[in-house]
């Protein structure tokens, strides 16, 4: 993913050397530069004024984000209300036995969980007294091109800023373990590990969104750089609402089929579809006489592969939603089933 400053500096090192003169400059070079501005020198009246946006918006909202330890790692979280309620991503808690939540102002304190929303990758975490609570925007509004910051602990350097743009909005991506995350927020302001679950940020010092993942280079098996991805603040805001009124999800938003699946690939290792190996009881497969052994092959028009591809067709549905259904039967037979999707449940 980096390459090492020794390596970064020899490249640096060599190129000029190859290029220099013997007192260290270009012959040609000499005659046609001109002195740049002074490091004193005044800003545009637009850069001053940007300049000075960057840091109220940081003034503002970093003693709203924290850096939360846990006994398998660390993130970040952002304040969601007055009483010492703290969001950030599941996968910063998950399995955590210990969590510790210090201040921008490096005050510690031990934290218990409230609740988790593993599906949608969010949990709340409660620690004792008051904190300064984040103010959140309204992420439908957002715009490519808008810029934004984000604000966390990346590789445990505390309240640390990185600035970029929106990328793209609404995108549904994928994380390790089969958790498909729909409406994102794509940025190009660096998301390195330890900024998940802080806080990405308009010029307004409101939180659009949460910093989630970055994007995988598949050639290189590396993080690419400029590509993350943010959960939007209006579905933090629901889910944390939730969480800390009864400690899970009532309503997920989400649509589930109840079953479980498998990738089937051919006999030249391509995948061809996704096997269902468990059927939820009273769940909309179930409803529908989808049985195990069934492979599906396509969703709403969608052609289906692997249990990603259903993953993702399934976060662009709508609970309640009637959706046609391709399967192929372990007899070998194709049917269409239309089945009627249920919601994720938040336990």
Same mark, same amino acid.
């Given at each position: 993913?980096?390459?090492?400053?020794?390596?970064?500096?020899?490249?640096?090192?060599?190129?000029?050397?190859?290029?220099?003169?013997?007192?260290g400059s270009s012959p040609?070079?000499?005659?046609?530069?001109?002195?740049?501005?002074?490091?004193?020198?005044?800003?545009?009246?637009?850069?001053?004024?940007?300049?000075?946006?960057?840091?109220?918006?940081?003034?503002?909202?970093?003693?709203?984000?924290?850096?939360?330890?846990? +006994?398998? /790692?660390?993130?970040? @979280?952002?304040? #969601?209300?007055?009483? !010492?309620? &703290? *969001?950030?991503?599941?996968?910063?808690?998950?399995?955590?036995?210990?969590?510790?939540?210090?201040?921008?102002?490096?005050?510690?304190?031990?934290?218990?969980?409230?609740?988790?929303?593993?599906?949608?990758?969010?949990?709340?975490?409660?620690?004792?007294?008051?904190?300064?609570?984040?103010?959140?925007?309204?992420?439908?509004?957002?715009?490519?091109?808008?810029?934004?910051?984000?604000?966390?602990?990346?590789?445990?350097?505390?309240?640390?800023?990185?600035?970029?743009?929106?990328?793209?909005?609404?995108?549904?991506?994928?994380?390790?373990?089969?958790?498909?995350?729909?409406?994102?927020?794509?940025?190009?302001?660096?998301? +390195?590990? /330890?900024?998940?679950? @802080?806080?990405? #940020?308009?010029?307004? !010092?409101? &939180? *659009?969104?949460?910093?989630?993942?970055?994007?995988?280079?598949?050639?290189?098996?590396?993080?690419?750089?400029?590509?993350?991805?943010?959960?939007?603040?209006?579905?933090?805001?629901?889910?944390?609402?939730?969480?800390?009124?009864?400690?899970?999800?009532?309503?997920?938003?989400?649509?589930?089929?109840?079953?479980?699946?498998?990738?089937?690939?051919?006999?030249?290792?391509?995948?061809?579809?996704?096997?269902?190996?468990v059927v939820t009881a009273?769940?909309?497969?179930?409803?529908?006489?989808?049985?195990?052994?069934?492979?599906?092959?396509?969703?709403?028009?969608?052609?289906?592969?692997?249990?990603?591809?259903?993953?993702?067709?399934?976060?662009?549905?709508?609970?309640?939603?009637?959706?046609?259904?391709?399967? &192929?039967?372990?007899?070998?037979?194709?049917?269409?089933?239309?089945?009627?999707?249920?919601?994720?449940?938040?336990?």
């Amino acid at each position: 993913m980096k390459a090492g400053i020794g390596g970064c500096a020899l490249l640096i090192v060599s190129l000029i050397a190859a290029c220099a003169g013997q007192d260290g400059s270009s012959p040609s070079a000499r005659s046609s530069l001109t002195p740049g501005p002074s490091a004193g020198a005044p800003l545009s009246s637009a850069a001053a004024d940007l300049q000075r946006a960057f840091v109220a918006v940081v003034d503002r909202v970093r003693p709203s984000v924290v850096q939360i330890q846990t +006994n398998s /790692g660390l993130g970040s @979280g952002v304040v #969601v209300d007055g009483n !010492g309620d &703290v *969001v950030t991503n599941n996968h910063v808690v998950s399995g955590a036995t210990t969590i510790e939540v210090t201040t921008a102002e490096g005050k510690t304190q031990a934290a218990t969980l409230v609740g988790t929303f593993a599906a949608g990758d969010l949990a709340v975490v409660h620690v004792a007294g008051q904190l300064q609570q984040a103010a959140f925007a309204d992420s439908s509004t957002l715009q490519v091109g808008m810029i934004v910051l984000a604000i966390g602990n990346p590789l445990g350097l505390q309240s640390s800023v990185t600035e970029g743009i929106v990328s793209a909005v609404d995108r549904t991506v994928s994380e390790p373990g089969g958790i498909t995350l729909p409406d994102t927020i794509q940025t190009s302001a660096a998301i +390195n590990p /330890g900024n998940s679950g @802080g806080a990405l #940020v308009n010029l307004a !010092g409101e &939180v *659009v969104g949460i910093p989630t993942l970055t994007a995988s280079d598949p050639t290189l098996g590396a993080a690419a750089n400029g590509i993350g991805f943010a959960i939007p603040a209006n579905t933090v805001k629901d889910i944390a609402t939730q969480l800390v009124a009864s400690g899970h999800v009532v309503n997920s938003h989400r649509a589930a089929l109840g079953v479980r699946t498998s990738t089937v690939v051919d006999a030249s290792n391509n995948p061809v579809g996704a096997m269902i190996t468990v059927v939820t009881a009273g769940g909309s497969a179930a409803a529908a006489g989808m049985t195990t052994g069934d492979i599906i092959v396509e969703f709403a028009g969608m052609r289906i592969r692997t249990t990603t591809d259903l993953s993702v067709a399934l976060a662009d549905a709508q609970p309640g939603q009637t959706i046609s259904l391709t399967v &192929v039967t372990p007899t070998g037979a194709e049917r269409v089933v239309s089945v009627t999707v249920g919601a994720i449940p938040g336990g």
